[in-house]
């Protein structure tokens, strides 16, 4: 049997049918060690695969003394917990980086990605969008769309107020997991799913989507699509956009490179180097036509802005007389000269 991708035990919300909804998951693994995928095959049968197991409370007994005797504290302590509960358990075994195809095969990697455990577009979520249901995420829980009403009338009979929330396929992340060294002015708009590096401080009009986010110390006022990276030290301004791979941005991955800085209001559509800039209100697609210009103001010839993906110390501005959109570089006009080249 090959080395095991992840491993979550985890409890969640069924709907009067016993379809799962949302899976919480205390400690996911990454790579978890062999010691783990012995308990699995000895306790629960497990033999390869990615599987979803509903475990009921003799499972949750057998797997708590199994982890204990193995020495794995944290997991004995959590199969313990979960056979007190209420709740339904379930443990989410990926031998593999496949597509996911259940509720719990999903949150467990979303649960990868806001642990830190993994990196945006470094794990497989294809298909997620259908396999996840859209759920109404309510003061009492997650409830299915087609019981909400019946729920709410309950409530009010027992002289409660349900309280909708959203109507989402994805819960907001600090449900779940709020990672170590961040600030989140509003929790709502940042969905489970995100990668919020250590430093990082999410005021209240930034957002970030699932399978994006932030590298480390970061500011975030605008919007991080979905696919996204920040890496290190930059700042997203009031109002800004990133396009995502679900917005427009097709395969392309944008990230943004360390030290960077996107002006209040202004989009981005190609991936930036270190240390660039995007004035206030300035839109870059991959398809803008942008005149280079050297040292001294001087053009040097255009050329279209997926040609300076990637590339450092670039400052992107709209002439205010012209309308064009302009390139300045510290670097020589010479380098710029070699990226109007490289596009014919």
Known sequence: MTALFSFGL???TQNNNSEWLEVFYPQPLIAPSDTIKNVLAENLGYFGGNQTLTLDTVALEKLATAFAEAGEDALSSIADQFK???KPAVASILETDDNPTTVPEGYLKLHLLSHRLVTPNNINLTGLFGVLPNVAWTSEGAIDINELAERQLRARLNKRTLSVNSVDKFPKMVDYVVPSGVR?????RVRLGAYIGEGTTIMHEGFVNFNAGTESTSMVEGRISQGVFVKSGSDLGGGSSTMGTLSGGGNIIITVGSQCLLGANAGLGIPLGDRCTVEAGLYITAGTVVTLLDDHG???????ARELANKDDLLFRRNSITGTVECLTNKSAVELNE??????
């Open 10 to 12: 985890g409890i969640g």
């Open 84 to 86: 007190h509960s209420e």
């Open 184 to 188: 989140i002015a509003h929790t709502a």
């Open 298 to 304: 001087e053009t040097v010839g255009q050329t279209k």
């Open 339 to 344: 990226a109007l080249h490289a596009s014919n």
